[in-house]
């Protein structure tokens, strides 16, 4: 199994819903799905792309409450470590679908800087970015409106809201054998 | 051409006087010697008896080789200039949290500490300087007497161990699945060897360059293992890691050079997935390309020129990988930062070449062991 339900939303995680909901939409851009692009143009930051509310959303503000709810509007956040003297390691996964652990959980995400370019992108950081064995952590979120986004942190960059993200994924999650 | 006929390099190969083996890497100055010999009041035993044998050695073929030495990138003049090469370590302990270096808890002078953890990390860095001087004339990590660093007790449950760029850091492991890492001497040996890398051929961490990185860190950890053992190749058991598994793990080891794939095989852990040919050569985006999964294969290459040889491993199959990262004579250059296995695996065998002749069974052996393994083919020269 890979979902892991009912994960309580963490302790103090909880900030504005409005605001996580927002954020979400608008960070997503990154990933955009290619079909997304078409209304969004772009999706500068501060856009307000849907977020799976074609349906049942039709203004151009963020969603804040109804559709979230809505059946399939399901938060899915896997963190799987690789890396380490032994190279595997193994993946957590936490699935929020009350609104509440959604957006909670959310706003953890949308404070993670996504945007910011992967060591692993720029070949020359691997050898100089010290050392060897380290951890390196692939976090992947799968939104409400069915994108998805990962990103590769390597352990020595893992601070801050990566690092709260990761720790309340392996806290809260299920745990898998390493893969 | 037979053995008789063997190129000059060969002068560089293992001298015997007698009955009494000299190491064909110790190189040092007499002066040198005789204060090594007495290392052994200072904690360094098997350092005093190889520059006691070294003694023994024929004085005008160890000249010889101090000139090859010269040219050698990897013992830089300061070796001969400065003073004697004298290990240097400062272990220091991290308090469980995960913030380096720590707090300084045993230096060079110091007595054995309180904690195990300490002592272990203290011991295996006097075995790792030790086999880099007897075997290579290393003077250390960098080559120039560079202090050894380790940090032990890093993080709460932490289940590895690393290279930071400057030390090596160790977990206590989840006690669970991983007891701590400093009771690994093979584990020691490979985060040090990190820094050998670093120094010399700079093996870019990724790929096929990173599981070269890795593979070298494993000889060398296996190497100083079965240095500080006195194992020859056909007695040792080609493990890394052994003795970190807690006993509820299905497992010997991390890895398993001379097979790789049979480590472990375990619930929480699954199946140790290291590639034991360039047919199981695993393409991935995890592990920074997956250098501790195809790192196997390179190992075991190594693993089989050791043992077809036989004896001490550093003496002939090590030398050669020794020379191939660091540069050697007849074969001036390290590896290349980016090196493929093909390439590695041709600087090998110039290696062997330059140091035991063209002819040589170490040059065969070598060159067999990466066709055992699917890195060299019918394409490459012999």
């Known amino acids: 199994m890979t979902t892991h ?40 930051p501060g856009s307000r792309p849907a977020t799976g509310d074609d349906s049942d959303s039709a203004g151009s503000e963020p969603a804040t409450g109804d559709d979230s709810d809505a059946a399939g509007s399901e938060l899915r956040i896997t963190v799987a470590r690789s890396g380490g003297l032994l190279g595997t390691g193994p993946r957590w996964t936490v699935t929020a679908s009350a609104e509440a652990d959604v957006d909670s959980w959310l706003s953890l995400v949308e404070s993670c800087p996504w945007d910011a370019p992967e060591p692993g992108d720029a070949p020359a950081a691997a050898a100089t970015v010290g050392g060897a064995d380290r951890f390196v952590y692939t976090i992947r979120v799968f939104l409400p409106s069915a994108e998805e986004r990962d990103a590769r942190v390597p352990e020595q960059r893992l601070d801050g809201p990566w690092r709260d993200l990761v720790d309340r994924v392996k806290d809260a999650g299920h745990a898998e054998p390493h893969r | 051409m037979s053995s008789s006929t063997r190129p000059p390099a060969s002068a560089l190969h293992c001298p015997t006087t007698g009955s009494v083996p000299a190491r ?69 302990d991290a308090g469980n949290a995960e913030s380096l270096p720590g707090r300084p808890v045993r230096d060079e002078t110091d007595a054995p500490a309180d904690d195990v953890a300490v002592n272990e990390a203290f011991e295996g860095l006097g075995a790792t300087y030790a086999l880099l001087l007897e075997a290579f004339g290393r003077d250390s990590v960098d080559g120039a007497g560079l202090p050894l660093l380790a940090t032990v007790h890093y993080g709460r449950d932490y289940d590895n161990a690393f290279w930071d760029g400057e030390r090596m850091v160790f977990g206590d492991g989840d006690g669970e699945v991983f007891g701590r890492f400093t009771a690994s001497l093979s584990v020691i040996g490979h985060e040090l060897a990190h820094g050998v890398t670093q120094y010399t051929a700079g093996l870019v961490y990724e790929g096929q360059s990173g599981a070269l990185n890795e593979s070298f860190s494993d000889v060398l950890g296996a190497l100083v293992e079965q240095h500080q053992r006195g194992q020859r190749a056909e007695e040792a058991s080609w493990l890394i890691g052994e003795g970190l598994f807690t006993e509820a793990v299905q497992g010997r080891a991390l890895r398993s050079m001379s097979e790789p794939g049979t480590a472990y095989d375990d619930d929480v852990l699954g199946k140790d997935p290291q590639p034991a040919d360039m047919a199981g050569y695993v393409d991935t985006r995890d592990d920074n390309g997956g250098v501790h999964l195809n790192s196997g294969i ?32 007849g074969a001036p250059a390290p590896v290349s930062p980016r090196a493929t296995f093909a390439e590695f695996a041709a600087a090998t065998v110039t290696a062997a070449h330059a140091r035991f002749g063209a002819e040589s069974t170490e040059a065969s052996a070598i060159d067999r062991a990466w066709r055992t393994v699917g890195v060299r083919s019918d394409d490459d020269p012999r």
């Open chain 1, 5 to 44: 339900d009912d994960d309580p939303a963490p302790p103090g995680a909880a900030r504005g819903a409005e605001q996580a909901t927002g954020g979400a939409a608008a960070t997503a851009a990154r990933d955009a799905e290619p079909h997304r692009g078409g209304a969004a143009t772009g999706a500068a």
């Open chain 2, 298 to 329: 390179p190992n075991r290459a190594f693993a089989l020129a050791a043992t077809e040889l036989g004896g001490f491993a550093w003496e002939r199959a090590g030398r050669v990988w020794y020379d191939a990262l660091v540069g050697a004579p």
């Open chain 2, 24 to 92: 064909p890497g110790f190189i040092v100055p007499p002066y040198l010697l005789a204060r090594l010999a007495e290392a052994d009041a200072h904690g360094m035993p098997r350092a005093a008896e190889a520059a006691r044998r070294s003694l023994l050695a024929d004085p005008a073929l160890r000249v010889e080789r101090e000139r090859a030495a010269v040219a050698t990138p990897a013992a830089p003049a300061s070796v001969w200039a400065a003073a004697t090469p004298t290990v240097r370590r400062t272990i220091f």
